[in-house]
């Protein structure tokens, strides 16, 4: 690691405009400080008119993006950086656009065999011009109850409704368009609640250990994630050493399919029969005192600044190539 | 890097989590107050929060005049001082009460952190878990917190334009005594009501302090935009009514500014012993350092002057947002006209649920207060209180039209899905759209 190790500033980039933006600005502070307590300059900045100016005037930097929704994790600022020839944590552009949007992501999953749940997803368009009473039924037909309502283009459980019959469908739908303008319908999935975080140092991925979620509620939503003490966490997961290593397999496979880069997260439902099932993978996930991944990797036995600063390094030596 | 197998850890991240007090439980982050923090950004026009504009506050004299300060009498303002708060500050307190024809001796009254500090002290020596607080409905967000936090049941009271129903607030307080309820006091705003910017009439304020003295009910009333009446001269207070049966609460804030989190509670003689007996036990004293830099702003500069300035600024600010909102809500909407203060409360059209269009508006670089956040019972799902206290006028304007678009959007949406037009949005049956008092 030391032949490839970065010694310029590094700049996290947290904040944004998003619905996340208050998630953002905590991962940020987490990560910035976590690199300074490996030794490394870091520079805190926000999404602003000021940053291109900001990565210009800087020698050899490394941008570690820790925007959540929007354009942080769109794909967007990921064409920027690579437009700016400046090196950054994450993935690609294109891979960061199919992984964000779930009603691409899902697919691509689902067609390497990986279980996901049966779903659809829908431009509010649709329901003006198809007619609402219809799709709503088909929706029901077709998918059965409960549901799960979520915009495609969004984090942290934002606009995401359990819906338990079709008259609750509606009022869900109208949630999820709240945040987007296009929603994702799919059949609830009930069992055991996991994350999986993934990371790519030395080439090849390497699975986390995975986290089990057990919200105090019974819902695994916004309060629940990033109020401490509502939600239990079991890391790694009282699952069988099967099922882990399913979960692990599942999660790399997701990752590799989508065409991440040096990390993400997955998130998985292990139904009562043992199988896992894909939900969504996130190519920046949160880095907050109450999140899954900074929690994955000290349960691998690995300090949270030393990844972070190896992810940095990762990312620059990736661009000296 | 190669990972070692890993040892299970099972934690809920709060290690205190079993420990906390009762009264902790319900502190949660919450998606709406995350939103907010989209609303700090440049790009979206807050209509949100509270905050006062002072920057049209004379700096460069009140530098100069704070530096004469810390040169001078540095050693007394920098030391600790009295729990009741000095005696220079409590004398231009009556001052500065005397404007709202509150004449009042400087013994009592008792020098808080902000007036947010004197109804925390109040409601602290008053309540204990399970009395009830009448408020007006909707109230002030920031004093259902503090009741809150000692547990009080709050039971609003209703409210039409001219404020409390004084009929509702007999009803409440027989009703409540009868099912054995210790029914511990009123919490009122009679000027420019935060969130509605409603005032009480005169003959309302008659009423209500009757009502209260009848049913020997204590009147807490908060008064800290009385003097920033954009029409007309400042109402008698309620304490200029009934000194015996009301605390009076007060605050530089809004007419000097808030940073110095200074203001006060007037209160009995025997109250305010027990209120400076608390804030001994709170704090040990007020700020003292802020204490002698207000009182030297109230004697060396024109702070009557400074008020007027206010009221024009904040007229044409009001004036915008009510111009705004005639041209840009859609159809089914209705406001409140205020004559002084920070707010305007608005009513949507049917089905609209406020806080469940947050999002929306954040995407179009809008914010506002959803109306659910000043009820403690969950109603005000069709309201949202809008400020108009900070934006420059041309940015309120601004907001007004994209608030337009944003509602307009969602009556679509509600249209394409059939929603029910009389149904609120929340599953809670209990909850829904309050009672319209524009």
């Given at each position: ?160 409704t359990v819906v338990h019959s079709a008259a609750e469908l509606p009022a869900a739908m109208v949630g999820a368009y709240s945040y987007g303008d296009v929603a994702v319908v799919e059949e609830f999935i009930s069992g055991t609640e996991v994350a999986v975080g993934v990371v790519v140092l030395d080439g090849e991925p390497a699975a986390l250990p995975a986290v089990e979620i057990r919200p105090q509620s019974g819902v695994y939503d916004y309060t629940a994630r990033y109020t401490a003490g509502e939600t239990r966490f079991i890391v790694p997961a009282e699952v069988s050493d099967e099922i882990a290593a399913a979960c692990a397999s599942l999660a790399i496979t997701a990752h590799q399919v989508l065409g991440l880069g040096t990390l993400s997260r997955a998130d998985i439902i292990v139904r009562p029969d043992g199988e896992p099932v894909f939900l969504e993978v996130n190519s ?38 | ?438």
């Amino acid at each position: 690691m030391t032949e490839t190790q970065h010694h310029g500033p590094i700049v996290v980039l947290s904040g944004g405009l998003s619905h996340e933006r208050d998630v953002s600005l905590r991962s940020g502070r987490r990560v910035a400080q976590a690199l300074r307590d490996q030794g490394r300059e870091v520079i805190e900045s926000d999404l602003n008119a000021g940053l291109v100016e900001l990565i210009g005037g800087l020698t050899d930097p490394v941008v570690f993006p820790l925007l959540h929704g929007g354009v942080g994790e769109d794909g967007g600022l990921q064409q920027v950086l690579k437009l700016l020839d400046v090196a950054y944590v994450g993935s690609t552009p294109a891979a960061a656009r199919r992984s964000f949007n779930k009603a691409i992501a899902g697919p691509l999953v689902a067609q390497a065999g990986i279980a996901t749940p049966k779903a659809v997803a829908l431009p509010h368009d649709m329901f003006r011009e198809l007619g609402a009473a219809a799709l709503v039924a088909a929706i029901g037909e077709r998918l059965g109850f409960p549901l799960m309502v979520k915009p495609a283009r969004s984090g942290s459980a934002l606009g995401c409704t359990v819906v338990h019959s079709a008259a609750e469908l509606p009022a869900a739908m109208v949630g999820a368009y709240s945040y987007g303008d296009v929603a994702v319908v799919e059949e609830f999935i009930s069992g055991t609640e996991v994350a999986v975080g993934v990371v790519v140092l030395d080439g090849e991925p390497a699975a986390l250990p995975a986290v089990e979620i057990r919200p105090q509620s019974g819902v695994y939503d916004y309060t629940a994630r990033y109020t401490a003490g509502e939600t239990r966490f079991i890391v790694p997961a009282e699952v069988s050493d099967e099922i882990a290593a399913a979960c692990a397999s599942l999660a790399i496979t997701a990752h590799q399919v989508l065409g991440l880069g040096t990390l993400s997260r997955a998130d998985i439902i292990v139904r009562p029969d043992g199988e896992p099932v894909f939900l969504e993978v996130n190519s920046s996930p949160g880095m907050t005192e109450t999140s899954l991944f900074p929690q994955a990797v000290e349960a691998a036995g690995t300090d949270f600044g030393v990844l972070c600063a190896a992810l940095v390094d990762a990312a620059w030596a990736a661009h000296q190539r | 890097m190669s990972l070692p197998e890993p040892s299970r850890r099972d934690t809920r991240l709060d290690h205190y989590v079993d420990t906390y007090a009762e009264r902790t439980h319900g502190l949660q982050v919450s998606a709406v107050r995350a939103l907010f923090a989209v609303a700090n950004r440049p790009e979206v026009v807050s209509l949100a929060g509270g905050m006062p504009n002072i920057a049209d506050l004379p700096r460069v004299e009140l530098g100069a005049s704070m530096d004469r300060l810390i040169q001078e009498r540095g050693v007394q303002a920098m030391q600790y001082g009295a729990g009741q708060g000095e005696l220079f500050m409590r004398e231009h307190i009556t001052e500065v009460m005397a404007e709202e024809q509150v004449h009042a001796h400087p013994d009592d009254v008792v020098v808080t952190c902000g007036s947010q500090q004197a109804l925390d002290l109040v409601t602290r020596i008053f309540i204990d878990p399970g009395d009830v607080i009448l408020a007006e409905g909707p109230s002030y967000v920031g004093a259902l917190g503090t009741f809150h936090a000692y547990q009080a049941q709050v039971v609003h009271v209703g409210m039409d334009a001219e404020g409390i129903e004084p009929e509702a607030l007999r009803q409440a307080v027989v009703s409540l005594r009868a099912a054995g309820k210790r029914v511990k006091f009123l919490y009122t705003i009679p000027n420019f009501q935060n969130p509605t910017g409603v005032t009480q009439s005169i003959q309302r304020r008659q009423a209500i302090v009757a009502v209260a003295k009848e049913h020997d009910l204590l009147i807490i009333e908060d008064n800290p935009y009385g003097l920033l009446t954009l029409e007309g001269q400042p109402m008698p207070a309620l304490r200029s009514m009934d000194a015996d049966n009301v605390i009076y609460l007060g605050s530089f804030s809004k007419t000097f500014a808030p940073g110095f989190r200074i203001g006060w509670a007037l209160a009995p003689h025997a109250v305010r012993e027990k209120l400076t007996l608390a804030q001994e036990a709170a704090t040990l004293a007020p700020p003292v350092f802020s204490q002698f830099a207000i009182s030297t702003y109230l004697e060396e500069f024109d702070w009557r002057g400074q008020i007027v300035a206010f009221r024009d600024m904040y007229r044409a600010r009001r004036d915008a947002m009510l111009a705004g909102l005639a041209e840009h809500m859609p159809e089914g909407s209705t406001w409140t006209t205020p004559n002084g203060g920070f707010f305007v409360w608005v009513t949507l059209p049917e089905g609209l649920d406020s806080q469940a269009m947050l999002p929306r508006a954040v995407s179009a670089r809008v914010a506002y207060t959803p109306g659910t956040a000043f009820y403690a019972d969950g109603l005000g799902s069709r309201n949202m209180r809008l400020s108009f206290c900070f934006p420059t006028p041309e940015r309120i304007l601004e907001g007004t039209r994209r608030l337009g678009e944003v509602i307009s959007a969602e009556l679509e949406m509600n249209r394409t899905f059939g929603i029910d037009p009389g149904a609120a949005r929340h599953h809670d049956l209990h909850t829904g759209p309050a009672p319209d008092i524009s």
